[in-house]
């Protein structure tokens, strides 16, 4: 079984600090990682993915996560948080083996930039 | 993503009624899934479907049943909608031919059962 925790239901940064948004996760097999954030009354937008290679992935609006398989972890950040970062955040992860297709989500980190 | 619309945004039912939501999509994608998000608990997998004539249960399949229509079409019904179903409903998209299954999702539609 695969699964993934996002250990902080919480986050508050102040405008221009770095903020980071942890995730670890436990599948069987390699892990495919990926990273969504929702806004209010929309629905989840991708933001970066982790296959394989470069354990640094870069993604969508100035975002990164670092891949570290011996922590099991994914975590997101970002050198210098906007007000418009607000938001609410979710890993997922999927096992990379063959047949594998369903994303396991976490719970959700609720991102809150403070001006 | 403006390519997987769902109706309706909003429905507010009473309990014992039949309620259908649709998802369409426009990325050529063969592959469907249906979701409910409640608060705190992330998002579970209710249905899923790998092409027209292949529907499969999710995590959470109970108390709902799904149709796909066509290729660009995938509807959730739930027969007698019951309280504890309000919820928030997403449908995503992906597609078998891009290794890596890279979902894409609707923008939900809110679902209030009285």
Redesign the interface.
């Known amino acids: 079984a695969q699964s993934v925790a996002q250990p902080e ?1 919480q986050v508050n940064v102040a405008e221009g600090n770095p903020l980071t948004v942890k995730c670890t996760y436990s599948v069987s097999g390699n892990p ?1 990682l ?1 990273w ?1 954030v929702q806004y209010p ?6 933001l970066l ?1 982790y ?1 394989t290679g470069d354990n640094l992935v870069k993604g969508s609006y100035g975002f990164e996560a670092e891949f570290n398989k011996s922590q099991t972890s994914f975590h997101l950040k970002k050198p210098s948080a906007l007000v418009s970062d607000s938001a609410l955040y ?1 890993c997922a992860v ?1 096992d990379s083996g063959a047949g594998s ?3 396991t ?4 980190t609720k991102l809150s930039v403070i001006p | 993503d403006a390519d997987v619309t769902q109706t309706p945004r909003n429905r507010i039912t009473k309990t014992g009624k039949r309620i259908m939501l649709e998802c369409s999509q426009t990325k050529g994608h063969d592959r469907m899934y249906w979701y409910r998000q409640d608060p705190g608990l992330g998002l579970q997998l209710i249905y899923y479907s790998f092409d027209v004539k292949d529907i499969n249960k999710g995590e959470i399949s109970d108390g709902y049943s799904v149709s796909r229509q066509a290729q660009a079409k995938f509807s959730l019904s739930l027969e007698s909608a019951i309280p504890n179903q309000t919820a928030l409903y997403f449908c995503a998209t992906s597609d078998s031919s891009g290794s890596y299954n890279e979902q894409f999702f609707g923008p939900g539609t809110r679902l209030t059962v009285l």
Do not use: E
């Open positions: 239901d495919y990926f969504y009354n929309r629905g989840l937008q991708f993915k296959i979710f999927r297709y369903q994303l989500f976490g719970k959700g």
